[in-house]
């Protein structure tokens, strides 16, 4: 069973900036993709980012431009560096790393960590 450990969550101002680390307990390179989802009160779990193996990202576009993904694969941590936080981007924030195989599939999950964006 893998660990995913988020942290970095926590109360900003608008216009601010947080970053939220996700740290497995084994190596990153073992999945094909890695990301981000968050849950909005009231809402359904939806993607923020993702990074392949290959280091490509992809991003919804609600967050194009203010966030970052990346990642760390001697720390076997990926990040999530945000910028010109909204209102709107308050959520519990999710690492995801999942593997395709021909053989077997794994998808596993973190805690959340809570984000909050508030004057």
């Known amino acids: 069973q893998v660990q995913l450990v988020e942290s970095g969550g926590g109360l900003v101002q608008p216009g601010g900036s947080l970053r939220l680390s996700c740290a497995a307990s084994?190596?990153?390179?073992?999945?094909?993709?890695m990301g981000w989802y968050r849950q909005r009160p009231g809402k359904e779990r939806e993607l923020v980012a993702t990074?392949?193996?290959?280091?490509?990202?992809n991003y919804a576009d609600s967050v194009k431009g203010r966030f970052t993904i990346s990642r760390d694969n001697a720390k076997n941590t990926v990040y999530l560096q945000m910028n010109s936080l909204e209102p709107g981007d308050t959520a519990v924030y999710f690492c995801n790393a999942k593997f395709s195989g021909v053989i077997r599939q794994e998808n596993y999950w973190g805690q959340g960590t809570h984000v909050t964006v508030s004057s």
């Open positions: 084994r190596s990153i390179f073992s999945f094909n993709i």
């Open positions: 990074i392949a193996s290959g280091a490509n990202t």
